[in-house]
T-cell receptor, first 113, second 114 residues
């Protein structure tokens, strides 16, 4: 079974801090994704990576950046955290195929004070 | 614009009865649809999927129906069990630009009452 792990389950940061969220998958998937989940809005795609060092903006990339130096690891960076980035962050991975399901990590609940 | 919509934020069903969760989409390029289930403080887990070449897919208590002309899909759970209480997301993918990306609906919170 695919395992996707995220570095923290809960994180509390202050406004203006730089925040790193790490995601690791063990199934050699080419695709990795970062989403945020907010009540009433579902899951919204922040960034997508289809290979090492490759990235593509999702629907809501503003205020975020990503890094993919190794195939198994995909990092989400909040350059200067703001209170409106308080959310549940979910990482996922998949094979590079159409009609491929995505496998999700447990999520990181980030609170920005 | 919301390409995938779940218009019911919540649904309450008696244990043993049928739960029907609905999802509408607007993008005619979508050709693959999935349902995910999410418990609090956990990541979504895949439940069932359907390709646009089919109109029904069944897996145990779960059946997904696809009506392409209406751009509508539904998830049926029969019989509903207390462990089915969760948030359900429908998702869609398709088209050259979006074949590997999923677009999610807002989610429906299902509560199964004993």
């Amino acid at each position: 079974d695919v395992k996707v792990t995220q570095s923290s389950r809960y994180l509390v940061k202050r406004t203006g801090e730089k925040v790193f969220l790490e995601c690791v998958q063990d199934m050699d998937h080419e695709n990795m994704f970062w989403y945020r989940q907010d009540p009433g809005l579902g899951l919204r795609l922040i960034y997508f990576s289809y290979d090492v060092k490759m990235k593509e903006k999702g629907d809501i990339p503003e205020g975020y950046s990503v890094s993919r130096e190794k195939k198994e690891r995909f990092s989400l960076i909040l350059e200067s955290a703001s209170t409106n980035q308080t959310s549940m962050y979910l990482c996922a991975s998949s094979l590079p195929l159409g009609q491929a399901r995505q496998f999700f990590g447990p999520g990181t609940r980030l609170t920005v004070l | 614009d919301q390409q995938v919509k779940q218009n019911s934020p919540s649904l309450s069903v008696q244990e043993g009865r049928i739960s029907i969760l609905n999802c509408d989409y607007t993008n005619s390029m979508f050709d693959y649809f999935l349902w995910y289930k999410k418990y609090p403080a956990e990541g979504p887990t895949f439940l069932i999927s359907i390709s646009s070449i089919k109109d029904k897919n069944e897996d145990g208590r779960f059946t997904v129906f696809l009506n392409k002309s209406a751009k509508h899909l539904s998830l049926h759970i029969v019989p509903s069990q207390p462990g089915d209480s969760a948030v359900y997301f429908c998702a869609a993918s398709g088209g050259i630009q979006g074949a590997q990306k999923l677009v999610f609906g807002q989610g429906t919170r299902l509560t199964i009452n004993p």
